[in-house]
Each structure stands twice: as C-alpha cells, then as structure tokens.
C-alpha cells in the first residue's frame, strides 16, 4: 500500500488515504515518491471543475523520486 491524495468530490480537500500500489509492467519503472507538491493550477482545477473526468485526468507533477 502506499499513501495517496485523493480527491473525494468538488470543492472537498484533497484526503490521504492507503491505496494498493499499480502493478509494474515489463518495461517500467517502480519509483518511490520522497515528496509531491500540489501546484496551484491542480488546486484551481479542483476547486473550479464540473467535470470529474477533467480532474482524474491531472496528476501531480512536482515530485521528488528515488529509483
């Protein structure tokens, strides 16, 4: 398991919940995430968006990794 922030519905803050880790396929890579910012962009779009696909489709994108 590892710990991810959720979003759980509009407007709502983002909750850190246990989540199973993804299964690693032939030619990818396992990183372990050191620390994960949440740009203010993501925040707007969370805070602002109709539409939840929209929001499921942003991923983080400041991130310190370990290989």
């Known amino acids: 398991m590892m ?11 983002l909750e850190i919940k246990q989540v ?3 299964k690693v396929g032939s030619i990818d890579v396992l990183v372990k995430n ?3 910012g949440v740009c203010h962009s993501d925040l707007h779009l969370v805070e602002s968006s109709q539409n939840i696909q929209e929001i499921l489709k942003t991923t983080a994108h400041e991130l310190s990794l370990s290989i």
């Open 3 to 13: 710990k991810a922030a959720v979003v759980t519905g509009f407007t709502e803050h």
């Open 34 to 36: 050191i620390a994960c």
């Open 20 to 22: 199973p880790i993804s």
